[in-house]
Structures are given as C-alpha cells and as structure tokens.
C-alpha cells in the first residue's frame, strides 16, 4: 500500500480531469496527497512538475510526475495491481475504450463548453446540438460495451467509466443553468441508470462535486471571463 509520502496530487476540485485520477486511485485505495491550485494561480510545484501543459492534474509518484488525466489513470491501473483493473484486459475491449474516451475529450466535452462559451446564441445552439448527437452516441456505445452491465467496464467502473463519468457534474450545472435536460430518460435511458449507479459508487460520492457548489463556481468563471480586458 502507498503511503501520502509516496503520492502526491496536484489538482482542484472543480476539475473533472483531476477527478478522474482521484477516482482511479479511490478505486485502488491509495492513499495519497490532495494539494489544491487556487484559481488562476499556477504553483512552483505545478511548473516544475508539468513544464509541458502547466496545468492540472499531476500525479506525482516517489518524486516522479506524470502529467495528462488519462494518461494517469493508466499508470495508475498498472501500478497498483488489484482485482479491479480499470482498463478492459481484452485488447480490442481496451482499444474500443480508450477511441470513446478520446472522442470524449476531443469532440464531446468542447461541445459541452460551447454551450456556454460560445461567442453566439446561434454558436451555443450548435454547440447543444452537437452534445445530444454525442450522447446519442454515447448512448449506443455503452449498450456495445457495458453487455447489459451497470457500467462501461462491466461490473465495476473502468476506464471509460471514468473518461465519461468526470463530467457529471459539470453536465449538472449545464442542465440547471440552462433549464434544459440532456441526460433524458427517454433519450438516453442507459445512460441516466449508469450515471446513478456511478455517481453512487464509493470510490466517486465522495469526490463529486454538489451541482450547486459547483454552479457557483461557473458563475464566477463567466464573472471573471466577462471582465477580463479583451485579447
């Protein structure tokens, strides 16, 4: 077992990205280290971990970092060997996950973002538009992949679990702010029952933000990109 000497993690608890190696080291039971960025600050430590990105989260190992959420959740997988791997040991199973989890972060969760950062009403509707086909997507993918399990991984929460799962909260705030639903039961059906199941799993209820804490931190992030001078 680890001790909080051996590992440590820089990160912020709004960041779905440093959720997800919280939640893949939950599901290892390491203990580990929690040291917060403030907002709109980067530390020392932060910098010389992550002079690459300089940005959160880093998991830092026996004085080693490594950087990138997903790329920790695997390290973290095959490090601390257990009998709940994260990522699929078929190979074709783990390549299947680690494509959906790239489309996640790649084309899915800039959607996400656009629909409150776009410059235009009609660039937040398209943005919408472009979540609800993912999730459609997503929709399918879990059907192929969860083969009628409570989650993607099966049994137990996995790797596109946790891709996936990090956003929940930020979906939440999206669907409050915006009065509007995109995880629907008669859309997304499969979906709605996975995010109950995940949200209830111990190794993430304790690390989910509540929707409305996090809401108040959205507003103030758009407080703050509206008052900043322009480029």
């Given amino acids: 077992m680890a001790t ?17 190696a919280r939640i893949a080291l939950n599901i290892k039971s390491v203990d580990y280290e929690f040291l917060q960025e403030q907002l709109g600050t980067k530390s020392d430590l932060l910098l010389k971990s992550n002079p690459v990105h300089k940005k959160i989260p880093v998991l830092i190992h026996g004085h080693k970092p490594v950087c990138e959420s997903l790329v920790i959740v695997q390290y973290v997988d095959d490090v601390w060997a257990s009998d709940q791997p994260i990522l699929p040991s078929d190979p074709y199973d783990r390549a299947i996950a680690r494509f959906w989890a790239a489309y996640i972060d790649d ?9 409150a950062r776009g410059p235009t009403e009609e660039a937040k509707k398209a943005a919408y538009e472009q979540v609800v086909e ?98």
Wanted: charged share 25%; hydrophobic share 45%.
């Fill in 107 to 115: 084309k899915w969760f800039p959607s996400l973002s656009g629909m």
């Fill in 134 to 231: 993912g999730l459609a997507l997503l929709e399918d993918a879990f059907g192929k992949c969860s083969k009628g399990k409570p989650f993607f991984g099966g049994d137990r929460i996995g790797y596109l679990d946790i891709a996936l799962g990090s956003f929940l909260g930020w979906i939440r705030v999206t669907e409050k702010m915006g009065n509007l639903k995109l995880l629907d039961e008669a859309k997304t059906p499969h979906l709605v029952k996975w995010a109950e199941n995940f949200c209830a799993d111990a190794s993430v209820k304790d690390v989910m933000p509540e929707t409305d804490k996090l809401a108040e931190f959205a507003k103030m992030l758009m407080a703050k990109a509206k008052s900043a001078p322009p480029n």
């Fill in 4 to 20: 909080t000497d051996d590992v440590k993690l820089i990160g912020a608890w709004p960041s779905p990205f440093v959720m997800r």
